[in-house]
């Protein structure tokens, strides 16, 4: 009897950056490897709380501004993380 390979999973993933070249630059780190796919990109969080949901991801992964918009960030990641309560979500940020 001959055996099948496994077949790689795929891990689908959403980008959430309002810097189009951070958003061009985590593209190209996740483009080369064979188990992900992106599923969708978002310059805003609170749009990607609405249409990331239909796209099934696994990992969102969402730009966290600075201190000076906490009061903003923080409410919106609740949201996004109640819109995708399935959905691990890692938060990037400067790292001044």
Do not use: Q, Y
Request: glycine content about 4%.
């Amino acid at each position: 009897m001959k055996e099948h390979p496994m077949a790689t999973p795929v891990v689908r993933i959403v980008i959430v950056d309002s810097d189009l070249e951070h958003r061009a630059a985590l593209k190209r780190v996740l483009a080369p490897l064979p188990s992900v796919t992106l599923v969708g990109e978002f310059a805003d969080i609170s749009t990607a709380a609405v249409e990331a949901p239909a796209r099934h991801p696994d990992i969102a992964i969402v730009e966290a501004p600075g201190a000076n918009h906490e009061e903003r960030t923080i409410p919106a990641l609740d949201r996004l993380a109640r819109a995708l309560s399935e959905t691990s979500i890692v938060a990037t940020g400067p790292t001044t």
